[in-house]
């Protein structure tokens, strides 16, 4: 596996380096759909390693995976009455997780096509979490299980 400091990724002249770190690498079927989500703070290049793609809308992009693969299950990070905790959900990939817009979440209309939701129990008096941090700690409970490679 190839791995590189920040400087070495920020460095434009890595394109050879970077595809064939992307080919190198062992490849999940994981998928995040970010619908309308207005502060990605996108991270230093890695747009040029991993794969990505626009869709008009959250729901298109569901659409998409379901059809790419039957077997991808699609998982809002939402607060919900049809929620489960996020800890006790059985992840599978192909998994396609979905976050939405900081302060209006995921739109019913995407949730009514997701497969299940997940819920990160919140504490305190605000009622949600950054959704780049949501996201987070729902995909390393997603990739924990998954078997260790060197």
């Known amino acids: 596996m190839v791995k590189m400091n920040a ?3 920020r460095n434009s002249s890595l394109g050879k380096s970077l595809k064939k770190a992307r080919s190198e690498k062992r490849v999940n079927e994981i998928y995040i759909i970010l619908d309308n989500v207005l502060d990605t703070k996108a991270s230093i290049n890695t747009t040029e390693v991993v794969e990505w793609e626009y869709c008009e809308s ?3 992009a569901v659409r998409k995976c ?11 990070i939402e607060q919900s009455i049809n929620s489960a905790p996020y800890d006790k959900f059985d992840y599978t990939l192909p998994i396609a997780l979905v976050v939405g817009h900081e302060s209006e979440g ?7 096509l997701c497969d299940a939701i997940v819920e990160i129990p919140m504490f305190g008096v605000n009622i949600s979490l950054n959704v780049m941090v949501s996201l987070a700690i729902v995909l390393y409970k997603a990739i924990e299980k998954l078997p260790k490679t060197d």
């Open 7 to 9: 400087r070495q990724l």
């Open 58 to 60: 959250a729901s298109d």
């Open 66 to 76: 379901k059809v790419q693969s039957a077997k991808c299950k699609i998982v809002a």
């Open 106 to 112: 995921v739109p019913q209309k995407t949730l009514d």
